[in-house]
């Protein structure tokens, strides 16, 4: 079986456009929980352009109780503190979350768009990924489907990796034939990384489209969607959303 971890940065952006907590993050992640997300993820960036510290703190509480969920905390560990963010790692050695996505994301980058270079980052990286499983938080790394790197993620101690299905879910929308040549090499990938006792997660502009293909991904554990379901969620409400997702993801 293939998780759903439903990533909710979208619905914080839209409560951000507000003063107020409407519409509520955490109705919504409990929603998606009684629909059957096994999961939730979110990625406070330091500018809090949606997901806050205090939603990361809420989150955290909302999913520790609930047996067989996992809430998962994405972002740059490299970033530091901007206002009442008190970076990464501060963050989620507070709130203990059951896995932590480390991702390469600069401040100023509109979403994520790339995976680890961990023949730059390693050395750095390495400390971090130590102290985060000694408080029992599983480490997943994002990378593309480099296998040379995804050897890396190894040697520096992570868990799992998370490849950046961004360019396999261009590929899908625009109809390229480089979509056979991509999902190749992410089978690849994952591949080595199973090899190499790494588990498999896969996240960034899944949809409804792209995700029957991509789920026969060798080995695959986890997929973490946000972005699409937010927009499905508009036009069939978030529970029927995550339903279908969990249903495309079973095969049905
Ligand atoms: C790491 C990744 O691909 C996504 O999880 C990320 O959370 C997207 O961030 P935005 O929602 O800010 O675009
Ligand atoms: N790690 C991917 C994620 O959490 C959600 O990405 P997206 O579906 O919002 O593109």
Known sequence: MIDL???LNKIALIRNSREGNYPDVVAHGRTCLDAGAQ????HPRPDQRHIRPGDVR????????VE?????VEGNPFAGPMGDYPGLLPLVMETLPDQCTLVPDS???????????????????EPIIARLREANIRVSLFMDPDL?????AREVGADRIELYTGPYADAVARQSPEVESIFAAHCAAAEHALQLGLGVNAGHDLNLI??????????????????ALTVDAIAMGL???VNAYLNCLAGN
């Open 39 to 42: 999961g939730l993820t979110v």
């Open 210 to 227: 792209n995700l029957p293909r991509y789920r026969t991904l060798p080995g695959l554990q986890e997929v973490s969607i946000g972005h």
């Open 58 to 65: 809420d989150l955290a509480g909302l999913c520790r109780p």
């Open 107 to 125: 401040n100023d980058q509109l979403t994520s768009d790339h995976g680890f270079d961990l023949k730059r980052d390693g050395d750095r990286l």
């Open 148 to 152: 040379e790197q995804i050897g890396l």
């Open 5 to 7: 971890s439903v990533n």
């Open 68 to 72: 067989g969920v996992e809430f998962n």
């Open 239 to 241: 529970g029927n959303a």
